[in-house]
Nanobody
Framework: HVQLVESGGGSALAGGSVRLSCAAS??????YSWFRQAPGKERVGVAD???????RYADSVKGRLTISKDNAENTLYLQMNSPNAEDTGMYLC????????????WGQGTQVTVS
């Protein structure tokens, strides 16, 4: 039974920091990602990471957000430094078996509100 459970969201001050976590269970995937869903906007990919540790970021978050994974704990993280109002949204983690293809497993999300 695969589960992805996010935590760590809440209110954040612009210019501060917040760390999101996603605990994965039931399977170890090749690629994990963080997506953001803002009200009235399309869901967008923020960052993703492969099993070899290689990571990719959306241009809007480069230099401010860092994705990482603790393989021993099978937990995905998103460190948000100097967040701004545009980072506000529901953050969902997702996983897929291969580096290609669609994400097939999703968490329920954790809300981040930056003010």
């Amino acid at each position: 039974h695969v589960q992805l459970v996010e935590s760590g969201g809440g209110s954040a001050l612009a210019g501060g920091s917040v760390r999101l976590s996603c605990a994965a269970s039931g399977y170890t995937f090749n690629t994990y990602s963080w997506f953001r869903q803002a009200p009235g906007k399309e869901r967008v990919g923020v960052a993703d990471i492969d099993s070899d540790g290689s990571a990719r970021y959306a241009d809007s978050v480069k230099g401010r957000l860092t994705i990482s994974k603790d393989n021993a704990e099978n937990t995905l993280y998103l460190q948000m430094n100097s967040p701004n109002a545009e980072d506000t949204g529901m953050y969902l983690c997702a996983a897929k078996l291969h580096s290609y293809g669609e994400y097939t497993y999703w968490g329920q999300g954790t809300q981040v509100t930056v003010s």
